[in-house]
């Protein structure tokens, strides 16, 4: 075999490698989540060599990928865009352009990227936030907050939660011409965690007088105990997020000691002194009967306390809304919870919407069957814009 054929083989074989993507069959335009998948494959392997030849962080790299992504804060004809900080921190705020005599209802939007990607400047962000400024004629603040591995948590619940408390002010509110009856918090993926957890801590907090009316989380990820439930079984090599990858943000919100992550993939995180814990994220019990197929549930295994200790941050229902108690989840707001059937963190919401309606909060529950992670956050599939639309007039009827 002559040097060009065996090139010509060895590029043949990176291509069917790189677009190779398993798939569910019902899938609709396969061709462009095969498209996408390889990008991000290729990145999370530049990403994983340029780590292991010691020059880079793996999330740095990431964001530079990412950055070429951003956008400027451009205003376009029906909404006006800026950017300020609320408390030092740095946000985005669309306002609309139309005359409106009444106060308008105010979205509080949280980024996702697994507590160290993204921002508010990302051009799907800054597209779903104009969409929602625009077709709700709400005035969106859409955050960013400070990342892994740079900061760890509470750093990112921390920026999230003085940017709300900022803006939930009379103040501001006024100043905006925002109603303070109508205000949704509302996020995606790692954004949709944030949210779910600064909506539980805002109930006991006594200086803040403004009410959210409605907390919606966008397939939230709501706990690090349980990394094997039968949406991470089913579907840990699905695009756009495999279990590694979950596996690896979950513990870089904590730490960049790549022991957590490995104790997380053998299932050595938890101490036995934290079993109580176990019956909050019991996917036997919470998870409807048709999610559970064939699945068996296995008894939750045990590792020394030296994690806990070293990182208490993965028991902290701050970092895990799914642990609060039922007293704790009592008056929370309306919920509005998307879950997809192709991604791992499918069970997360899935459990929150029983551990909700058990404690008697109103929810409700959007499953897309044939969703997968990240749909509202790429608006170039059709699935994406159907969901876009569900989640507007949601919202519209009742924010
Ligand atoms: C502005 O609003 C009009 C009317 O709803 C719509 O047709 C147009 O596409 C919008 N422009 C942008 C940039 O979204
Ligand atoms: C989980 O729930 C099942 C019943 O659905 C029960 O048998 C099991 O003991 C529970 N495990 C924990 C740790 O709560």
Known sequence: MG?????????????????????????????????????????????????????????????????????PPTSDENVTVTETTFNNIPVRVYVPKRESEALRRGVFYIHGGGWCLGSAALSNYDLLSRCTADRLDAVVISTNYRLAPKYHFPAQFEDVYNALRWFLRQKVLAKYGVNPERICVSGDSAGGNLAAAVTQQLLHDPDVKTKLKIQSLI???????????????????????????????????????????KAMHSKQHIPMESSHLFKFVNWSS?????????????NPTYGSSEMAKKYPGFLDVRAAPLLADDNNLRGLPLTYIITCQYDVLRDDGLMYVTRLQNAGVQVAHNHVEDGFHGILSTLTFKISNRLLNQYISWLSENL
Request: no cysteine.
């Open 3 to 71: 040097r060009k054929s065996l090139y010509l083989l060895i590029a043949g074989v990176l291509v069917a490698y790189y677009i190779y993507t398993p798939l569910p069959d019902n899938f609709e335009e396969p061709w462009k989540l095969i498209w996408l998948n390889s990008y991000l494959k290729t990145f999370l392997h530049l990403a994983t060599f340029v780590e292991m030849l010691g020059l880079n962080h793996f999330m740095d790299s990431l964001m530079f990928f990412m950055s070429f992504d951003e956008v």
């Open 219 to 261: 397939y939230p990820a709501l706990q690090p105990l349980v990394l094997d439930s039968p949406s991470y079984q089913e579907n840990s090599h699905y695009p756009r997020l495999y279990k590694s990858l979950m596996v690896r943000f979950w513990s870089e919100y904590f730490t960049t000691d790549r022991s957590l992550e």
């Open 286 to 298: 919470l998870l409807p009967e048709k999610f559970k197929k064939e699945h068996v549930y296995k």
